[in-house]
């Protein structure tokens, strides 16, 4: 079983950028896919990014392709989420989560692994 746990959260401008965090423990890194979701105050929990156990493949919801890029250091146990030019819209916790086998890497119920979530929120 791994652990997870986000930070860098907080408020920012729109046009602004915020790097959030993801640290593993409990078992070996890279094994595991990572993915980032979030979810707005009254809305379902949304696909953001997702990163291969190497890192050398990723995915992007549109609504972020081109603004955010996930990353992840095997050797430091971390995987981050860089936004950048960030909406109002993109106002919601992120959470990341951990699977060791994803078919898609978009859908929540694919990761049985899952942090505490950070919160993020976007001023206009």
């Known amino acids: 079983q791994v652990q997870l746990v986000e930070s860098g959260g907080g408020l920012v401008q729109a046009g602004g950028s915020l790097r959030l965090s993801c640290a593993a423990s409990?078992?070996?890194?890279?094994?595991?896919?990572m993915g980032w979701f979030r979810q707005a105050p009254g809305k379902g929990r949304e696909f953001v990014a997702a990163?291969?156990?190497?890192?050398?493949?990723?995915d992007y919801a549109d609504s972020v392709k081109g603004r955010f890029t996930v990353s992840r250091d095997n050797a430091k146990n971390t995987v981050y989420l860089q936004m950048n030019s960030l909406k109002p819209e993109d106002t919601a916790v992120y959470y990341c989560?951990?699977?060791?086998?994803?078919?898609?890497?978009?859908?929540?119920?694919?990761?049985?692994?899952w942090g505490q979530g950070t919160q993020v929120t976007v001023s206009s």
């Open positions: 989560a951990a699977a060791t086998a994803v078919v898609v890497g978009r859908r929540s119920y694919e990761y049985p692994y």
């Open positions: 990163i291969s156990r190497s890192g050398a493949t990723t």
């Open positions: 409990g078992r070996t890194f890279s094994n595991y896919f």
